[in-house]
């Protein structure tokens, strides 16, 4: 069975960090770029940010950038999203997903996910 699994998420004071991670079943992860995507009560779906399958191409909504980093371990089939310097309206369901494109994050990658995870909550308060 093919899955995408997430983890990593969890309740955080504002300015903290997560790791989330992203961990293939099923598939090797190695052949697909992976896009990060999240979703909020009374909020539109919005695209994290996305790798290409080398990881030499990396992509941030306007949002995370500079905070946000993006990487992959192919030997280990898992993608990683390091979140720094938190913000409350980063609340919000993480997922992983691959892409329409499988190998590459396309021009218009936010709107162009395509198989999800079940996601993991990240929460930011104080």
């Known amino acids: 069975q093919l899955q995408l699994m997430e983890s990593g998420g969890g309740l955080v004071q504002p300015g903290g960090s997560l790791r989330l991670s992203c961990a293939a079943s099923g598939f090797t992860l190695d052949y697909y770029a992976i896009g990060w995507f999240r979703e909020a009560p009374g909020k539109l779906r919005e695209g994290v940010s996305c790798?290409?399958?080398?990881?030499?191409?990396?992509y941030y909504a306007d949002s995370v950038k500079g905070r946000f980093t993006i990487s992959r371990d192919n030997a280990k089939n898992t993608v990683y999203l390091q979140m720094h310097s938190l913000k409350p309206e980063d609340t919000a369901g993480y997922y992983c997903t691959t892409m329409i494109n499988p190998t590459r994050c396309s021009s218009n990658w936010s709107h162009s996910s395509s198989f999800w995870g079940q996601g993991t909550q990240v929460t930011v308060s104080s």
């Open positions: 790798i290409s399958t080398s990881g030499g191409s990396t």
